[in-house]
Each structure stands twice: as structure tokens, then as C-alpha cells.
């Protein structure tokens, strides 16, 4: 028999959809046009390139003048927060964030406040949200942005974006959210929405890896990170990536029926299972980040006296594929700073795993997991230093 696979990871990244891959083929070979030169070759990628920015613009309520495709989600965060500092007219020097931001986000601020720029941290409560009240008391005369991201990658609680927007409008800071993981996931409505950048990557709503987008609200000026050939309206220079970004569009496509199609309820509903068996299986286990404000794809745990790299390695073993939470990327063991900006101790965080679903997550698949995850708690606790597991 096959082994079994369960690939619950889809916070890190999405398996690329079949038509979004079939979108992208021909523009790595058969149709090998510069969309900026003039000639037929050129017109058809040009066309490939227009038909994707009004999918995804058309996604979240944009107009196709204000979405600027970049390298990754990564670069587009680094865009809106560099490029909208160095444009600064009135040249104001202060800048506010969360404590629980993406990495893309919390280092490029980090890395502007050594270059004479003063930044906030906003903390968060027990859940990782960030309250209105909070960025109200640190918008100050010299604030010219505040930097909050949509939902967390690793606890998936989703903060009131639109409060923390009319905040910032009312007092004339810019507004920018981290979109990533919800793009394609939760509707979202810019017209509607009091956002004036909005980053989204296409690697997390099942379109390839390398291919990010930043929403800038028409009239916003940004100075370019990538001076050249003047391509993205002179924002972000370069050729297209005519085949990432037409599988962008394709992705765009594919979660607006995604939404038509009630997607969200069902993944919710069997996240919902996932996370109710967990805590009830496993003894001294509790769900991190918000139980309803949350992305409905996503999952997190943490188990008490429980290393989460020993979780993972065990259940990949299993073939289930999960994340823990102190992803150690430098190879340092440091628990998350999400998990430790919501207060707890640095033992605890290190228990954490994540574990988040996609659009081909079956109810077997969880019933798998359910059946393997508890029994795995169970051996490293016999195994464990520490007693009364
Ligand atoms: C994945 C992710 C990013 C980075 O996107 P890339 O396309 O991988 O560079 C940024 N922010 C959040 C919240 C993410 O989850």
C-alpha cells in the first residue's frame, strides 16, 4: 500500500494549481515574447501580462493601474515600507509595526531604524491581535506610515484591519497591510477597505513560487527599490515574469471561485475538527491565536514539555507535513517572537506546530492525522526530561 501523505503546511506554501500551471506553460517556451517589445511575440505576452493584473486587481477590488507585480511577497513588503519612507514629502521619521509581523516586514523596519528612522512595535494581545486603542496612542506628529499585517502566518488571527485603516486615515499616516496569507482566502474589498498598500504573494494561494504583487492606491507615490527599464508603471523595473505573473492571474481566477464555491466554510469546518480532537486527545494542549478571528485554512497548537521540531520530525516520518513554531531559519533555537509577543514563556513556545489546510485537505486526511498526532505526543513525552506529562 502507499504510504499515506498529508501535506498540512499550506501557511508556508500551496501546492501550484492545475490550471494555474497550465496557464503559465507556454510563456516559458512557445511563446517567448518581451511584453515590451512590439511585435506579435511581444503583444501576446503584453496581453498575458494585462489579462493577469486585471484578475488579481479584480480580486481584491483594485484598479488595474494600482497593482504593481514584484519578485515575491517579500519584496513588495520591502517596497511599501522603503519606497513609501524615501517618498515622504514632509520627511517624517516615524514609523509603527506590530510585534508579531512577518519577518519581510519586522527586519525592514528594523533595518530603517538604523538608517535614522524611529519605529513603534505595537504590542499584541493573548491571541496576537492588535488593538485599534494601541495604534490610536502611538500615531504621533512625525508618523508617516503604520505597517499591520492582515492575518498572522503563524497563529492565523486575523486583526481588525479596517478599524486600524480609519485610524491612520484620519490622522494622515499611511496604511499598509501584509496580505499574504490571506489573499485568495478571505474576501477582500479595497474599494471598500481603508488600505493604501496591500501586499499579496502567489506562491500561497496555489500560484508559483516568485511571483508577489503590491496594491498601491492610486495618487500614493513610492520610490523605487529597482531603478531600470521603467516596467510596473517605473516602480519596479525589470521584464515581467510573464509566466509567474500569468499564473498569478490564474491563481486570482481560481480563489474568486474558490469563494463561489464556499471553500472557506469547508476547510474551516474540518480546521474546527482538526483543533477540537487535538486538545481533546492530547492532554496539556491549547490552541494558539484567536479560535473564530482567524484564517479558516489554519491551525496552531502548542503542546506543553514538548520540543516542536520533535513533533515535526515525527510526523513527517508519519508522512503528515507540519511546521513548528520556532522555525529555526538562522539555526538558532529562539522561539517564535509571535508566540512571544502574546505572552508566553519561552518553554511553552517551544510546543508549538502548525498546521494549515488546503483546498485538497479531506476529512480521512484529518481523521489520519487525529489518529497519528496523539500517540506521537505520547512517546516523546515518556521520552522527555521532564516528569508529569
Ligand atoms: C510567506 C509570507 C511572506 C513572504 O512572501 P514570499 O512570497 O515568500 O516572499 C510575507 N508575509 C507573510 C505574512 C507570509 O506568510
Not at 489579462?51 to 480580486?59: C, H, I, N, P, Y
Not at 509595526?97 to 533595518?111: G, L, Q, R
Not at 500614493?220 to 527599464?229: D, E, F, M, W
Not at 513527517?316 to 520556532?326: E, K, L, M, Q, T
Amino acid at each position: 500500500m502507499e504510504p499515506r501523505k498529508v501535506y498540512l503546511d499550506n501557511s508556508a506554501t500551496t501546492k501550484v494549481a492545475e490550471e494555474v500551471l497550465n496557464a503559465m506553460i507556454p510563456y516559458f517556451s512557445n511563446d517567448p515574447g518581451n511584453p515590451n517589445s512590439l511585435h506579435q511575440w511581444g503583444r501576446g505576452a503584453r496581453r498575458a501580462v494585462d489579462e493577469s493584473r486585471e484578475s488579481v486587481a479584480s480580486l481584491i477590488g483594485a484598479g488595474i493601474h494600482e497593482i504593481v507585480f514584484t519578485g515575491n511577497g517579500s519584496a513588495a513588503d520591502n517596497l511599501a515600507i522603503k519606497g513609501s519612507a524615501w517618498a515622504d514629502k514632509k520627511n517624517r521619521k516615524h514609523i509603527i509595526t506590530s510585534a508579531v509581523e512577518h519577518h519581510a516586514v519586522i527586519d525592514t523596519c528594523k533595518w530603517l531604524g538604523k538608517t535614522g528612522y524611529d519605529i513603534t512595535y505595537l504590542p499584541v494581545d493573548e491571541f496576537g491581535m492588535v488593538h485599534p486603542e494601541t495604534l490610536k496612542g502611538a500615531i504621533r506628529d512625525d508618523t508617516l506610515l503604520a505597517s499591520v499585517m492582515h492575518a498572522n502566518n503563524e497563529v492565523g488571527t486575523v486583526n481588525p484591519i479596517e478599524e486600524l485603516g480609519a485610524i491612520c486615515r484620519e490622522r494622515g499616516v499611511l496604511f499598509h497591510t501584509d496580505a499574504v496569507q490571506t489573499a485568495g482566502h478571505i474576501p477582500i474589498d479595497v474599494s471598500k477597505l481603508p488600505v493604501d498598500m496591500l501586499t499579496m504573494s502567489a506562491h500561497k494561494m496555489y500560484g508559483p513560487k516568485g511571483t508577489g504583487a503590491l496594491y498601491v492606491r492610486k495618487g500614493i507615490k513610492l520610490v523605487p527599490l529597482v531603478h531600470g527599464g521603467g516596467q510596473e508603471y517605473g516602480i519596479r523595473s525589470g521584464t515581467e515574469d510573464t509566466a509567474g505573473i500569468a499564473g498569478f492571474g490564474a491563481a486570482a481566477r481560481l480563489a474568486k471561485r474558490l469563494f463561489e464555491e464556499g471553500e472557506e466554510t469547508r476547510v474551516s469546518c474540518l480546521r474546527d475538527k482538526l483543533l477540537d480532537g487535538i486538545i481533546e486527545k492530547i492532554p496539556n494542549s491549547f490552541v494558539t491565536g484567536h479560535r473564530t478571528k482567524r484564517l479558516p485554512f489554519h491551525g496552531s497548537v502548542c503542546v506543553r514539555r514538548i520540543e516542536g521540531e520533535g513533533i515535526l520530525l515525527r510526523m513527517d516520518y508519519a508522512g503528515i507535513g507540519v511546521s513548528s513554531g520556532s522555525a529555526c531559519t538562522s539555526g538558532s533555537l529562539e522561539p517564535s517572537h509571535v508566540l512571544l509577543a502574546m505572552g508566553l514563556d519561552h518553554a511553552t513556545a517551544h510546543g508549538s506546530v502548525r498546521l494549515t489546510l488546503g483546498r485538497d485537505t479531506t476529512e480521512d486526511d484529518i481523521n489520519y492525522v487525529l489518529e497519528k498526532f496523539p500517540p506521537i505526543v505520547e512517546i516523546l513525552r515518556k521520552m522527555s526530561p521532564y516528569k508529569g506529562g
